[in-house]
């Protein structure tokens, strides 16, 4: 790249930057070329190279770091992993992923460990902060069932992705677990209960759920209507 830069400059004759640096007093356009050979910045003020905006990326979010995954409920290495059966039919079980970053989802993960007998309208889904519905999974009843297979489900989201931009600081997604019917539910991981000993109350709670009627198509749940099940986390997961 040849750098030929004519923009108001503060510091010495003429009006130009020389190579050796100055201070701009302008704006600075590059026409969609590169910087490179930038050094890592040090100052809150400095620019970041792309290796370091990746480091920080990976440091926000340890699930990107370790699985390459880009978000989940909680590591389950750390806090080890329970498994329960869902505990009522027509209810969307929730819990919550950090969003530090806009990021662009297509599937959610769960793990069945114990299958169920005739499911009806069974789906993993996801939701923005706020309750509104960003998107569900194929229904998985048969797989869920008593002919399907125990193991991790990373299901992608029907009419995926989407991109999740924060509504706010410190924003996160819900993903969720429904079952619309059932004769014997499928088992889940989650996490024990002692890691829930300290809960966010509604409506950011770390977990809840809330009833929604027997459906083929999940709509959007009222965040602050949800409802705490303390010895339950379900563990999911984004990519």
């Not at 302008?26 to 792309?50: M, R």
Request: proline fraction near 6%; charged fraction near 5%.
């Amino acid at each position: 790249m040849s750098l030929n830069i004519e923009v108001p400059y503060s510091g010495g004759a003429g009006g130009y930057l020389p190579t050796t640096g100055g201070a701009l007093t302008g704006p600075l356009a590059l026409g969609a070329n590169k910087i490179t050979g930038l050094a890592n910045g040090t100052a809150a003020t400095d620019a970041a190279t792309y290796g370091q905006v990746q480091t920080t990326e990976a440091a926000l979010n340890l699930a990107l770091e370790y699985n390459d995954i880009l978000g989940w409920t909680y590591d389950p290495t750390t806090v080890g992993i329970n498994a329960v059966a869902v505990p009522g039919a027509a209810t969307v079980y929730a819990s919550r992923i950090p969003l530090p970053a806009a990021m662009t989802v297509t599937k959610v993960i769960a793990n069945c460990t114990v299958l169920g007998l005739t499911l009806t309208h069974s789906f993993l889904a996801l939701f923005k902060s706020n309750g509104t519905v960003i998107g569900q999974t194929a229904d998985q009843s048969t797989a869920w069932g008593a002919l399907g297979a125990a193991q991790v489900y990373s299901l992608p989201l029907a009419g995926g992705p989407y991109v999740c931009t924060p509504l706010a600081a410190n924003d996160f997604l819900y993903a969720a677990l429904y079952v619309g019917t059932f004769v014997t539910a499928p088992t889940f991981s989650n996490a024990p209960s002692s890691v829930l000993s300290s809960l966010t109350p509604v409506p950011r709670a770390r977990q809840g759920f809330i009833a929604q009627a027997d459906t083929a198509t999940l709509g959007n749940i009222a965040v602050g209507s949800l409802a705490l099940y303390f010895n339950l986390l379900y563990w999911f997961g984004i990519s």
